[in-house]
Each structure stands twice: as C-alpha cells, then as structure tokens.
C-alpha cells in the first residue's frame, strides 16, 4: 500500500507565506510526477503545479511566480512553497502522486493525500 500525507497547512494572513509538505510512504518502488491540486469551497478541485522525477516543473494559471513546487526524490517528498498568499488562495490543498510500488513495478498508479487546509484571512 502508498500513503500520501500532506502537511503544513494553516492559517495565514494576506500577503503571507506557507510551506506545505507530502510525504510519500509504503511499498513505492518508483514515484514519477507529483501533482498539488486545490479546491476552494464550491469549486472544483483544479490543479496547481506539478513537478517530474527529473525535476522539471509545471504551473497552472497565474500561480508561477508565487508558488513553487519542488521534491526530495531521497525522502519521497514535494514541497510547495506559497507566497504573497491571498484570501482567494483559501482551499483545501491536495497531494497526488504517481507511484509504482514494489508489487507493479512497471505500472504507475495515481495516488491522493487527504489534503491539508489552507485558510488567507486577516
């Protein structure tokens, strides 16, 4: 089995910084992209940057220039890294990971973190 948790969510005012984490755990033989997605209350979950093994990386939207994405390959982790965060920035923040674990060695399977809340208020 792969568990994805993300952390590092909380409470920020406009203007603010935060650094969310998720972790990647199990059986992983291989984790390729990993993707951060969020969804705002009412709104469909949307993605938000994604980075690949090698390290290339992807922003959605306007979201390039305040928020970075990065990983630890040795520690199975991504980073993303939230500055200049406004109120509209308020969601849920979601981890996704394509993993392929010790037992499917050739197969990559989508894997999701529970998600972490990040709120923008003064």
């Known amino acids: 089995q792969v568990q994805i948790v993300e952390s590092g969510g909380g409470l920020v005012q406009p203007g603010g910084s935060l650094r969310l984490s998720c972790a990647a755990s199990g059986s992983i033989f291989s984790i390729g992209v990993m993707y951060w997605y969020r969804q705002a209350p009412g709104k469909q979950r949307a993605l938000v940057a994604a980075?690949?093994?090698?390290?290339?990386?992807t922003y959605a939207g306007s979201f390039k220039g305040r928020f970075t994405i990065s990983r630890d390959n040795a520690k199975k982790t991504v980073y993303l890294q939230m500055n200049s965060l406004k109120p509209e920035d308020t969601a849920v923040y979601y981890c996704l990971g394509a993993v392929a674990t010790t037992t499917t060695t050739m197969t990559y399977a989508n894997y999701w973190g529970q998600g972490t809340q990040v709120t923008v208020s003064s």
């Open positions: 980075i690949t093994r090698g390290g290339n990386t």
